[in-house]
Structures are given as C-alpha cells and as structure tokens.
C-alpha cells in the first residue's frame, strides 16, 4: 500500500463530484489509476498504467519562444524528454527510464499544455474533498463510488477510505470489472453498499480478445458477490461486431438467470460512445477503435430498448437501456 505523510493513500487519476450514473443519488466519483485489462473501447487510458503519466495538449502552449519553463525546469539539461515542434509547441514526452517523473514541467506549464495524470492522495485529503458534498447526498441518497481504473488493485487503500465512509455514516459504491482475487474483493466489499461490475461476453475466447484478459475469474467472482448478498448491478456495454447481437445478449441473460438465480438489482445495457479520443492523444497513444464509426442515435437507441426488452420477456430480468434509470431500492 502507498503512503503520504506517513497516511494511507491512493493513487488517484481523476475526481469527478456531483456524478448520477454510477450508484444512486448524488455522488462523488473517485477514479483509481492502474488498470489489468485492456479493453478495445477503453475511454479512460489515463487510468490504465498504475504509476503517473504526463499529458500533453499543443493547443495550449505558448510555444518555446514565449514561454519555454517547462525546459527550463527539466533536471534533464540537455536531453530533456519533452519534444517540441518546429514552431516551438510541445508535441509529445518521452518518458524513458531516465525521466524520474518529478513532474516539475506540468507544475510550471502556465498554460495547462503538461498534464498530471495521477495523484497520490492521502486518506484524509480524499475525506475532506468527500465531506464536501455530504449535503448532497442527504438529499439524494447519493454517497461515494470509487471506479478506475481498477479498483481492486488498490484493494486495501480502497477498503481503507470505504471503511472511513462507513464511519462518517456515507454510501459506498464500487465499480469494478472483478479480475482480482477473491480476498481483495471481500475485504473491499465488507464496508461496499452498492457493487456495479460488467459482463462484456460469455465467450472466454472473445473476452480476451476485446479486453486482453478471460472472463472465467470475472464470472467466478460475480457469483461470489451475489452468494455473499451484496447489492450489484451488472452492466454491458454494448458494441456493435463485438457483442451487440441477440446471441451474445442472451449468453448474458442467461447466466444471469440460471447462474446468479437472477439476483441483481439491475441490468443495464450501454450504448458504446467513442469517448476519450483526447486523451489517448495527449498520452501519444493510438485509440484501438480510432477507425470504428458508432451509429447514430436513432439507430442504437431503439436497438438496445429492443434487447433490454428482449431480455425482461424471455429472462426476466430487470434489463434495462442505459444508466440513468433510478436504482430500485
């Protein structure tokens, strides 16, 4: 586990507050950094390497001729591993062994173009952003989800700032795809109200292919997460030439039913936006679905109104399109 200042901290890659999608009322968002999977649709690949990364956005530099801080700060005198263009506009990093992350660049970039990506965050310095809100989530029902990122393999920071939730008498959600060992699970479910996880595919073959790993510890670990009576919420995101047709739906309503007794609280299924394009750029990486063109509105969300329905009829199961219909209670 991480420390600050001799605390118990996590590294953080981002904080989104009054969130309504992830886990009932209103809530605060924690996203950890570090992922094991690699999903082809991921819209989040800051949250994927588990150590901090340096983002670059060209439209909002000064240029070397006007500003120039972030090489002059570099302790890589000489060889600094940021790379600017022929009109002096940073156009990429080069992290290499040699660069120790001091991230001194993104601290004195005035014009935001360097970008920290990953924080680490003490428990208390998380707490009190939390406690910020706590009126919000009187009101609503709403609480704290920690997502990523994966979760689980922060387990015991997670378990950690869940339990101060608890304390402070504040709903904990967990967002995670549960390809983890079964004791980080339990020990981050034991102070977790509301579980959301995914199932992207039945198909173990395929689910390597569209994620980098298996589903065989996923599904494994869904059972247990009902067996142990949490409340949990199943999601696919549903992606056209990879899991979007009646087969692969049903695949997933059936394990659902017969597998899981049906025990869920709900059943969403998502349309696939191509989201997160600017980041894969600011990191220097290539999107794996740079060329993939979604449908348009009209088309995916009859589509997937027709498969929720499909799946109520013939599973029974509280299917429905989308994340923002209210949790049942």
């Known amino acids: 586990m991480l420390f600050k200042n001799n605390e118990p901290a996590g590294l953080i890659s981002n904080i989104q507050k009054y969130t309504i999608h992830d886990g009932p009322g209103i809530r605060t968002e924690i996203f950890f950094k570090g992922c094991n999977m690699r999903c082809l649709w991921c819209s989040n690949p800051e949250t994927i390497d588990p150590s901090p990364q340096l983002g670059i956005y060209p439209a909002k530099c000064l240029s070397l001729a006007k500003c120039g ?36 660049c993104a601290d ?28 919000f989530y009187e009101r609503t029902g709403g609480g704290v ?32 795809a549960l390809n983890c ?24 073959k395929k689910h390597l292919q569209i994620t980098g790993a298996g589903n065989e510890l996923i599904l494994k670990n869904i059972k247990r997460t009902v067996d142990l009576g949490k409340n949990l919420v199943i999601r696919t995101p549903v992606v056209i030439g990879h899991n979007a047709d009646d087969t692969s739906i049903r695949a997933i309503g059936k394990f659902i039913r017969d597998e899981l007794s049906g025990r869920i609280i709900q059943y969403q299924l998502l349309p696939y936006r191509k989201m997160g394009t600017e980041k894969y750029d600011s990191l220097c990486l290539q999107y794996p679905m740079s060329d993939y063109v979604p449908p348009e509105r009209e088309i995916w969300e009859p589509e997937i109104k027709r498969l929720a329905a499909m799946l109520e009829s013939e599973y029974g199961l509280p299917a429905v399109a989308g994340s923002g219909q209210k949790l049942p209670t």
């Open 69 to 104: 801080y972030c090489v002059k700060i570099c302790p890589l005198v000489g060889h600094s591993p940021l790379v600017h263009d022929k009109d002096g506009t940073i156009s990429s990093i080069r992290q290499s062994a040699e660069c120790k992350n001091c991230l001194k």
């Open 108 to 135: 004195v970039c005035p014009g935001r173009a360097i970008k920290l990506w990953g924080e680490l965050m003490a428990l208390s310095e998380l707490m009190a952003i939390i406690e910020e809100d706590r009126s």
């Open 145 to 176: 989800t920690l997502s990523g990122g994966e979760v689980m393999l922060q387990w015991e920071f997670a378990a950690i700032l869940l339990a101060k939730c608890k304390e402070a008498s504040i709903n904990t959600c967990v967002e995670t």
């Open 181 to 204: 060992p079964a004791a980080h699970m339990e020990a981050v479910y034991e102070h977790t109200d509301l579980v959301i996880t995914d199932i992207k595919h039945m198909d173990a």
